[in-house]
C-alpha cells in the first residue's frame, strides 16, 4: 500500500501573504525555510508519494484571476521540480468559506481516490500550516504534521470542539525537523485487523529498542511474540481479542496475518535491507526460519512433539500424544 504526503502550499511551501493571503503575483512568492534541502530528502529517500492539496478561495473570480494565479503557481512548482520535488498530483479547490463544499479543505471531497484500498492512509501525513489542514487529517484517518505559525488561521472553519489532539503527529515550523521525523517514523506502524473472530491491535517500530507489551490473551503465545522484539529490537505493541471460548486458533493465525501485515507496511520498499540473513543456533536446539521478504511465501513443516502443546490448555489436551505431519503449504 502506497503512503501519502497531502501537502499544503501556502504557509508550508512557500509563506503566507497577509492580509490578503493571496498568491498572485511572482513578487509575492517567498519559499519557506529550508523546505528545498528537506523537502528534496524525503523525495528522493523516504518512501511517500507526494500530493499537494490547496484552497486558492474564489480562484477564477475577479478577486482572484487565473492569469494571476497561474503564473506564480507554475513558477513554485516548476522550481520544486527542479530540486527533484514532483508532486504526482494537485488538487486545488477554488470555493470560499461560506460556499461550505465538501471539495474545501477540510473537506475530503476532492480526495476520495485514496480510499480505494491502494493507500495506507493510517500511515500518512498531512503537512500545512492551519487547523484546517490537522481536520483534514482526522477527516482522511491520517496522522497531521502542522507548521504552527498561527493557530488561528483556519480556526473558523474547523469549529468548535474538534478534538485534534491525537491527529497531530508533530508539531513544528522547522522543515529539518519534519525530515527527521518522517525518516524515524517511516519504518514505524500502526496497524489494526478486524474480523468477526479476531479484533488485533499493532503498533511496530523497526528501529526500536526491544520493548515489547503484549497481550494476546495466550500466555505462551505472548512469549513467543516477545521473543521477536526483544532479539530483533523492534519495539512491538499487539493487543488481540478473539474469539478463545472457541479455541486458540483464530487468535493466533489472525495475530500472524496482522503481524505480517504490519511488517510489511514498516518495511515499504525494503530499502536497506540486506539480500540474506543468518542463523543462530542455541545450545539446546536447533530450530531454523527463514523468511523470504520477497513476497514467495510458502512453508515446509516437518517437526515432531512429544506433547500437544506448551503453555496452559484453553481445552483438555493430552501431555504424552506425538504428532509428526510434514506439512507443505502456501498460503492463499
Ligand atoms: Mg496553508
Same mark, same amino acid.
Given at each position: 500500500m502506497k503512503?501519502?504526503?497531502f501537502?499544503?502550499?501556502?504557509g508550508?511551501?512557500i509563506?503566507?501573504?497577509p492580509?490578503?493571503y493571496?498568491?498572485?503575483s511572482?513578487e509575492?512568492?517567498v519559499?519557506?525555510?529550508?523546505v528545498f534541502?528537506?523537502?528534496?530528502?524525503?523525495?528522493?529517500?523516504l518512501d511517500?508519494?507526494?500530493v499537494?492539496?490547496?484552497?486558492?478561495d474564489g480562484l477564477?473570480?475577479?478577486?482572484?484571476p487565473?492569469d494571476?494565479?497561474?503564473?506564480a503557481?507554475n513558477?513554485?512548482?516548476?522550481?520544486?521540480?527542479?530540486?527533484g520535488?514532483?508532486f504526482?498530483?494537485?488538487?486545488?479547490?477554488?470555493?470560499?468559506p461560506? !460556499?461550505?463544499?465538501p471539495?474545501?479543505?477540510?473537506?475530503?471531497?476532492m480526495?476520495?481516490q485514496?480510499?480505494?484500498g491502494?493507500?495506507?492512509?493510517a500511515?500518512?501525513?498531512v503537512i500545512g500550516?492551519?487547523?484546517? !489542514?490537522?481536520k483534514l487529517?482526522?477527516?482522511?484517518?491520517?496522522k497531521?504534521?502542522w507548521?504552527?505559525?498561527?493557530?488561528t488561521l483556519g480556526?473558523?472553519?474547523?469549529?468548535?470542539g474538534?478534538?485534534?489532539?491525537?491527529?497531530v503527529?508533530?508539531e513544528?515550523?522547522d522543515?529539518?525537523?519534519?525530515?527527521?521525523?518522517l525518516?524515524i517514523?517511516l519504518?514505524?506502524?500502526?496497524? !489494526?485487523?478486524?474480523t468477526?473472530?479476531t479484533?488485533?491491535?499493532?503498533?511496530?517500530?523497526l528501529?526500536?529498542?526491544?520493548k515489547a507489551d503484549?497481550?494476546t490473551?495466550?500466555?505462551?503465545?505472548?512469549?513467543?511474540l516477545?521473543q521477536?522484539?526483544?532479539?530483533?529490537?523492534?519495539?512491538?505493541?499487539?493487543?488481540a481479542k478473539? !474469539?478463545?471460548?472457541?479455541?486458540?486458533?483464530h487468535?493466533?493465525?489472525d495475530?500472524?496475518?496482522?503481524?505480517?501485515e504490519?511488517?510489511?507496511?514498516a518495511?515499504?520498499d525494503?530499502?536497506?535491507?540486506?539480500r540474506?540473513g543468518?542463523?543462530l543456533?542455541m545450545?539446546?536446539?536447533?530450530?531454523?526460519?527463514?523468511?523470504?521478504?520477497?513476497?514467495r511465501?510458502?512453508i515446509?513443516?516437518?517437526?515432531e512433539?512429544?506433547r500437544?502443546?506448551i503453555?496452559?490448555c484453553?481445552?483438555?489436551?493430552?501431555?504424552?500424544?506425538?504428532?509428526?505431519?510434514p506439512t507443505?503449504?502456501?498460503?492463499?
Amino acid at each position: 500500500m502506497k503512503r501519502v504526503l497531502f501537502i499544503d502550499r501556502d504557509g508550508t511551501m512557500i509563506l503566507e501573504q497577509p492580509p490578503t493571503y493571496q498568491i498572485d503575483s511572482l513578487e509575492k512568492v517567498v519559499f519557506y525555510p529550508k523546505v528545498f534541502k528537506y523537502l528534496g530528502k524525503i523525495a528522493a529517500e523516504l518512501d511517500y508519494e507526494l500530493v499537494l492539496v490547496s484552497n486558492q478561495d474564489g480562484l477564477g473570480t475577479n478577486s482572484f484571476p487565473e492569469d494571476t494565479f497561474h503564473p506564480a503557481h507554475n513558477h513554485i512548482i516548476n522550481t520544486f521540480a527542479g530540486e527533484g520535488i514532483v508532486f504526482v498530483r494537485e488538487h486545488i479547490d477554488r470555493s470560499l468559506p461560506a !460556499d461550505n463544499l465538501p471539495t474545501r479543505k477540510p473537506g475530503i471531497g476532492m480526495l476520495q481516490q485514496y480510499f480505494n484500498g491502494d493507500y495506507d492512509l493510517a500511515n500518512s501525513y498531512v503537512i500545512g500550516d492551519r487547523i484546517t !489542514d490537522v481536520k483534514l487529517a482526522q477527516n482522511l484517518g491520517a496522522k497531521a504534521i502542522w507548521l504552527n505559525q498561527d493557530p488561528t488561521l483556519g480556526a473558523a472553519e474547523v469549529g468548535a470542539g474538534s478534538d485534534l489532539k491525537n491527529v497531530v503527529a508533530l508539531e513544528s515550523t522547522d522543515w529539518a525537523k519534519i525530515y527527521e521525523f518522517l525518516k524515524i517514523g517511516l519504518r514505524t506502524v500502526s496497524h !489494526d485487523r478486524t474480523t468477526k473472530e479476531t479484533d488485533i491491535h499493532i503498533e511496530l517500530n523497526l528501529d526500536g529498542t526491544g520493548k515489547a507489551d503484549i497481550q494476546t490473551g495466550l500466555g505462551f503465545f505472548d512469549h513467543m511474540l516477545d521473543q521477536i522484539a526483544r532479539h530483533g529490537s523492534i519495539d512491538m505493541v499487539v493487543r488481540a481479542k478473539g !474469539d478463545l471460548h472457541i479455541d486458540e486458533h483464530h487468535t493466533i493465525e489472525d495475530t500472524g496475518l496482522a503481524l505480517g501485515e504490519a511488517f510489511a507496511m514498516a518495511l515499504a520498499d525494503k530499502k536497506g535491507m540486506e539480500r540474506y540473513g543468518f542463523c543462530l543456533p542455541m545450545d539446546d536446539c536447533l530450530a531454523q526460519a527463514a523468511i523470504d521478504f520477497g513476497g514467495r511465501n510458502w512453508i515446509v513443516w516437518d517437526a515432531e512433539f512429544k506433547r500437544e502443546k506448551i503453555g496452559r490448555c484453553l481445552r483438555r489436551c493430552s501431555s504424552t500424544s506425538s504428532s509428526r505431519s510434514p506439512t507443505r503449504r502456501r498460503p492463499t
